[in-house]
């Protein structure tokens, strides 16, 4: 198993908040080492589209090129992550920072919703009962401290439980998507943030 790898800086947290690109991650997260036309087939979108992204997420040290070493016919590079899980830590404290941690908040939260209209299909969404997959909700409530703590341990473990071993899915294993977003509500008055 590979050491966890948090991106902490501006520039790699840019690379990420452009549309197609944590995609791209997701699906090394799942899959494990692959080809383009691996990740292209399992994204759904065509290798060529991939190239641009696939460059700027390397340059960036968001992606490890490897080659296969040995003779004969030339094979295809595979990419990976720097680590597993690759998490992003939030950085609020300058404005160009925030608007990046905006973006990427934005970004994933669209995706999400494609996700959600691409699942919608009675022939694979599951909409009720203990093996539910489908499922979209908004609650606003109060919490205090220890609630919030509580509320958060269990967001960890529902992480943990999608973070498993990269590789091809199994019988018994199918990828899914989890995105969340949790927020203060801070009073109405206050500066609200730009979305990009």
Known sequence: MTRPYVVTSLKQLLAIARSGREDIIDALALLGPSTVTELARFIGRSRHALYYHVRALRACGL???????????????????????LSVRYDLTTERARRAVIALGCTRLRSAARGFVRAARPDGATVDGPRRNLWVARWKGWLSDRELEEANRHLARLITLLRSEAGAPGARRRPHEFTFAIAPILP?????????
């Open 188 to 196: 109405k008055g206050r500066r609200r943030a730009r979305t990009p």
């Open 63 to 85: 992606l490890i090129e490897t080659r296969p070493s040995g003779k004969g016919k030339r094979e295809a590079a595979r990419y990976d992550l720097p680590g597993r899980p």
